[in-house]
């Protein structure tokens, strides 16, 4: 029971949002605000399971997730709702408790910092977490799912744990040190629907890989991974991550090998999971890669 309620909510997948927030909040640790940081962390990690479920559920009520019942783990759902494993009531009910706790916990943010602004900042990326996979805007649904992950996995958590410790906001340089947080997640998402792909097509569920075309998304993802790679330079050269961090270019590795399985095998799922890995991996390693170098910077 403990194994699949850790799969349904995608506790595995959790550091997508943690890390990008403990970086921003690391980035200036002058009289470093912990009660502000562990609400905050509780805040983002909430957040992140309600949208996983509101996900799960959206994905069920769309037909989506009934076209292949398989679980692969790292893409198409966790497929508990097909299996008979939890319902759909399941997920949406626990979806709004999460985000319930992760509002209660922002709330005591607020007070915590004295200011509301956090409050209106969390109503917005609540409802941008919500719509990227529910009615009317579904935007994973719309090509502009993409979006909503850079915005949500970059710049709102690192600017947001940067303004936890600093009351700043916006600033240009915690910006640009989120922008590769925010193409390597986004990475995460690419690689994952392009598996999906025949089972989104049949439903109407239109993501970039239906426009750009399954045999060439290899060259959509060395777009998203060079990006955040090129963003890692530029903020060294800018001064604002230590040379050091030029050590998170050995992952290239990793997400060159995760590009010739995309290109080699965008037909087979089996192998596509392989891609999924990868690109986490890239993801996991260059973000404490940057944490640790800032964090002995």
């Known amino acids: 029971m403990f194994r699949n309620l850790v799969e349904a909510f995608r506790l595995p997948f959790v550091g997508a949002s943690i890390l990008p927030f403990i970086f921003g909040s690391v980035i200036n640790r002058k009289n470093f605000n912990l009660s502000g940081f562990i609400l905050g962390f509780f805040a983002v990690l909430s957040m992140h ?3 996983n479920l509101i996900n799960d559920y959206a994905d069920s009520r769309s037909g989506v997730d009934w076209q292949d019942k398989n679980s692969y783990k790292f893409f198409g759902g966790s497929k508990f709702i097909q299996q008979n494993i939890f319902s759909e009531r399941f997920y949406l009910k626990f979806a709004i408790f ?3 706790v992760s509002a209660f916990s922002v709330l005591l943010l607020s007070l915590v910092l004295k200011t509301f602004l956090v409050v209106f900042i969390y109503g917005f990326v609540i409802v941008l977490s919500w719509v990227y996979s529910v009615s009317p805007l579904r935007l994973s649904y719309h ?3 993409e979006i909503a992950i850079f915005i949500l996995f970059g710049p709102v958590l690192v600017m947001g744990g940067y303004f936890i410790q600093t009351r700043i906001f916006p600033d240009l340089k915690a910006f640009l040190l989120s922008v590769p ?16 792909f025949p089972d989104d097509n049949k439903v109407g569920k239109n993501t970039l890989v ?10 959509f993802y060395y777009l998203l991974v060079g990006a955040g790679f090129l963003f890692i330079l530029i903020n060294i ?14 992952l290239i590795i990793p997400a060159y090998s995760a590009a010739k399985i995309i290109k080699n095998y965008s037909d087979s799922k089996f192998r596509l999971i392989q891609s999924s890995r990868l690109t986490i991996v890239v993801q996991i390693f260059v973000s404490a890669c940057l944490i640790i170098v800032t964090l002995i910077n």
Do not use: H
């Open 49 to 51: 399971i309600s949208a």
């Open 98 to 100: 999460f985000a319930i």
């Open 143 to 145: 090509k502009v799912g």
């Open 181 to 196: 947080f925010g193409f390597f997640t986004t990475a995460i998402l690419f690689a994952n629907e392009v598996p999906d």
């Open 210 to 219: 239906s426009v750009i075309g399954v045999d060439k998304s290899f060259l």
């Open 237 to 250: 050269l800018a001064g604002f991550l230590s040379p050091w961090a030029s050590l998170a270019f050995i």
